[in-house]
């Protein structure tokens, strides 16, 4: 049975009329995330609880209360029903994840793009992924692929699940985190492929990216939350800052997931090559 119905069949007597109870949920591991219609703040409970008995996986239930937050994309959630120990172990495509999800963000709407990557990966790379976090893109692809994984995170909570992720998932022959600020010690023409998976400027880490390319060049995914129609001027900004760097670039967009009122979220896949004097 669906959510919503299974809702309203179970507590939709005790629910104000007229107001839209949710049609769904995210689940990392054994927490469900949900967002909630305001008239529905004193049900919350009562929401909570309901939501455990319809999914057996579920053991603890947090609502959203703000937006996310920072540099470190800190979310905004508080917990309204079952265990308060939110630290969970989450399975995506052969990998775990652990980590606290009402701490960290953990896109649903990035699934797609998570088990894309390795695809893309040719024989063994260098790969580096620069906003890092629990290890979200990079888990993947030194699971899936021979290749060699530096992952950066700037969050000391985020690394420490990220250190612990490398374990649970057998990759630390070949994987290796850092924290700190990417900006500053990421590594210089050793990179085949670059991840910039994050939605804040992420131009501007764009530089330091190419620096950490290959002297041959290689590619860089470029996420970038914008309306459709700035796509050729970030393709622009793209071109002009690899110019500067002695780049040539070639570059195609995929949409990852809607983001907000006429905002999508695109990742750019750039190849970038070094142009050869005539
Ligand atoms: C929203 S998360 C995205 C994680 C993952 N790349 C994804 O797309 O699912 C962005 C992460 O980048 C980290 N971060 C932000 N600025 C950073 C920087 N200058 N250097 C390294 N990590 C940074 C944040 O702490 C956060 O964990």
Redesign the pocket.
Same mark, same amino acid.
């Given at each position: 049975m669906r959510y919503r119905k299974f809702l309203r069949e179970k507590i939709g007597n005790r629910l104000p009329d007229r107001v839209s109870v949710p049609s769904g949920f995210q689940i990392v591991g054994h927490v469900a995330l949900l967002e909630l219609h305001e008239k529905l703040s004193k049900f919350t409970q009562l929401i909570g609880e309901a939501t455990m008995e319809f999914d057996h996986r579920i053991r603890s239930v947090a609502v959203k209360t703000d937006p996310t937050i920072g540099? @470190?994309?800190k979310p905004g959630y508080r917990l309204i029903a079952g265990d308060s120990n939110t630290v969970t172990e989450h399975i995506e495509g052969g990998v775990v994840f652990r980590l606290d999800p009402l701490r960290?963000?953990f896109?649903g709407g /990035?699934v797609a793009e998570r088990m894309r990557l390795p695809n893309m990966i040719k024989g063994d790379e260098m790969v580096l992924d @620069? %906003?890092?976090?629990v290890g979200? %893109?990079s888990l993947h692809i030194a699971k899936k692929t021979r290749s060699r994984v530096v992952a950066?995170?700037? /969050?000391p909570e985020?690394y420490r699940f990220l250190v612990e992720n490398i374990k649970l998932n057998g990759v630390e022959d070949r994987m290796q985190a850092l924290l700190g600020?990417?900006?500053e010690m990421h590594p210089v023409n050793e990179a085949n492929r670059v991840i910039l998976?994050?939605l804040h400027n992420t131009i501007e880490y764009l530089p330091y990216a190419l620096k950490a390319l290959r002297e041959d060049g290689g590619y860089v995914h470029l996420?970038a939350a914008l309306p459709k129609r700035d796509i050729p001027s970030v393709g622009n900004t793209i071109n002009t800052i690899a110019m500067k760097q002695g780049l040539n670039t070639e570059f195609s967009v995929r949409e990852v997931k809607h983001y907000s009122p006429g905002i999508e979220h695109y990742v750019f896949d750039i190849h970038a090559t070094p142009i050869r004097a005539c």
């Open positions: 540099i @470190m994309r960290l963000t896109s /990035n @620069m %906003f890092a976090c979200q %893109f950066i995170e700037i /969050n985020a600020d990417c900006r998976g994050y996420h």
